[in-house]
């Protein structure tokens, strides 16, 4: 009974996360085995206590070099979830290079400050994804960085071609205009901004500024 019990409890709890129906953008992940393992683990645990016990110092003895490599794998494995960076290089070597990891690795790379590096992972998701908005947005947050607010406005429409209605983006293009002087178009933005998302940080502080 612990056997059947055990492999239902693998097949039911994979079924969300088989592929039947994709989660978010990834079609499949490490973390998709963690609660269906358990169910192999209570099966191969039962098992063992079933055993009288020369058996079960014996199954130990052949499992161990198993657990010894399964905790090194562990080990290593969750290495790569360190941080951010660790995570899409590590996703970039699997799987090759690829949009989704090049616009993490430039809001992380903004993040800590990183700007040069942050500038060239925005171009290369620009280069692999021309139509996507948020390889132009990371670039034009590396504009706002160095205070290069025409370039950044530029980059932010691009952006918003693509995305019109994204709050960040519009906040961050209102923003851009302000620093060139257009108070009155920062303040469209603004509020655009704010019918979209009002909890947005820091979006009422500048609608407040413009204001003045």
């Known amino acids: 009974p ?23 953008t990834q079609s499949h ?12 683990l209570l099966a191969l645990g039962a098992a063992l206590a079933g055993l009288n016990s020369q058996r079960f110092r014996t199954a130990l003895l052949g499992l161990t070099p198993a ?13 790569y979830w360190s941080d951010p960076y660790m995570v899409f290089t590590r996703v970039i070597d699997v799987v090759g290079d690829n949009y989704p990891s090049r616009v993490n690795l430039a ?13 060239a992972h925005a171009r290369r998701a620009i280069e692999l994804e021309p139509g996507s908005p948020y390889g132009h947005s990371n670039l034009a947050l590396v504009h706002l960085s160095r205070r290069m607010f025409r370039e950044a406005e530029l980059s932010l429409r691009e952006a918003l071609l693509r995305s019109p209605d994204d709050a960040g983006m519009l906040m961050n293009l209102g923003y851009s205009v302000e620093m060139q002087g257009r108070k009155v178009e920062a303040r469209s933005y603004y ?15 500048n609608l407040e500024r413009v204001a003045e």
């Open 67 to 79: 657990m010894i490599f399964y905790a090194a794998m562990a080990w290593v494995q969750v290495g």
């Open 191 to 205: 509020e655009a901004a704010l019918a979209r998302d009002p909890a947005l940080h820091g979006l009422r502080e």
């Open 2 to 24: 612990w056997l059947v019990t055990g492999w239902l409890w693998y097949l039911v709890v994979l079924v969300p996360v088989i592929g039947l129906g994709q989660v978010g």
């Open 107 to 119: 809001a992380h790379m903004l993040t800590i400050g990183q700007v040069e590096e942050a500038e």
């Open 29 to 40: 992940a490490d973390r998709y085995t963690y609660l269906p393992s358990i169910g192999l």
